[in-house]
């Protein structure tokens, strides 16, 4: 963060005019990290510099709010967006508001925001419908966001992504229904050939608890020194051996590691679990 204000120091010096996408990038480094005075101050200069406010920067208030859970005041801004005159679209932030409340399994607040978009002519894209399959899954119906995923492939109004299909094989490995868990990932190979990130990191933990009931079973948990989590092991190999940095570019959360990045869980979430397990 400080080479990118440092950076910034410099072009102001050498003439150079900012940018929406320059304020923008650096409004999010300071969003993701809940700092609201820095994002604030940013929008602040922005206007400063006659630098067209666009609803990516908005976004990052959002963000910034969200992340320092201050959730009026993210909903406050995103409300008062509706009726700026800002270039581009506002679904994201309030996609951010359902995505937080979902994680928070907060079902009134997700209802009042669908309810607000529908209400603001807001046409609903491919993470909104994540968030409101996450937002079942969390609270263990599975199924009926399975409901979801099915209905966007009949209505083909959005396209249903793999993190579509990641999000209900998250719900099936908390539910550690394991027959699901293997029938969807065979869905993510059949639709999109090879799988991501994070179904992958899915699909290790459910070997991983696969591989512990067996040892339970055998009688072998109290011998640590021969333990081998073989399914495991040998699916973490296949990861590792089918892994291209191109699927680190991603918008996508790795599910199950704390809403942590691709780009920055892999490789060692997984070897995390790896080693929490044995």
């Not at 609270?139 to 396209?159: F, M, P």
């Not at 199950?256 to 060692?268: C, I, L, Q």
């Amino acid at each position: 963060l400080s080479g990118t204000f440092a950076m910034f120091k410099k072009m102001i010096e050498e003439g150079v005019e900012p940018s929406s996408h320059t304020f923008g990038i650096m409004m999010g480094l300071c969003a993701n990290r809940g700092d609201v005075t820095h994002v604030r101050d940013l929008l602040n200069l922005a206007q400063q510099h006659n630098v067209q406010i666009t609803a990516p920067m908005i976004d990052t208030v959002v963000e910034a709010y969200c992340n320092n859970s201050e959730w009026e005041m993210a909903e406050h801004v995103a409300e008062t967006c509706l009726g700026l005159d800002v270039k581009g679209s506002r679904v994201r932030m309030w996609n951010i508001l359902l995505w937080n409340y979902a994680f928070r399994m907060d079902l009134e607040a997700i209802s009042r925001i669908r309810s607000r978009m529908d209400a603001a002519g807001l046409e609903p894209d491919d993470m909104t419908y994540s968030a409101l399959m996450l937002s079942l899954v969390l609270i263990g119906q599975t199924d009926s966001a399975r409901r979801i995923l099915r209905a966007l492939h009949r209505g083909r109004r959005v396209y249903a992504t793999e993190f579509h299909y990641a999000v209900i094989l998250y719900g099936y490995l908390k539910d550690r229904n394991r027959d699901m868990v293997h029938i969807i990932f065979r869905e993510i190979k059949d639709r999109f050939n090879q799988p991501g990130l994070g179904s992958r990191l899915l699909v290790l933990k459910s070997q991983i608890q696969r591989d512990l009931q067996l040892l339970a079973q055998g009688g072998q948990v109290g011998n640590h020194a021969n333990i081998r989590l073989e399914n495991s092991e040998k699916f973490l190999a296949e990861t590792l051996a089918d892994y291209h940095s191109t699927k680190l570019a991603t918008k996508y959360p790795l599910l199950g590691s704390g809403r942590m990045s691709a780009r920055k869980g892999f490789p060692a979430v997984y070897y995390e679990y790896m080693i929490s397990a044995y």
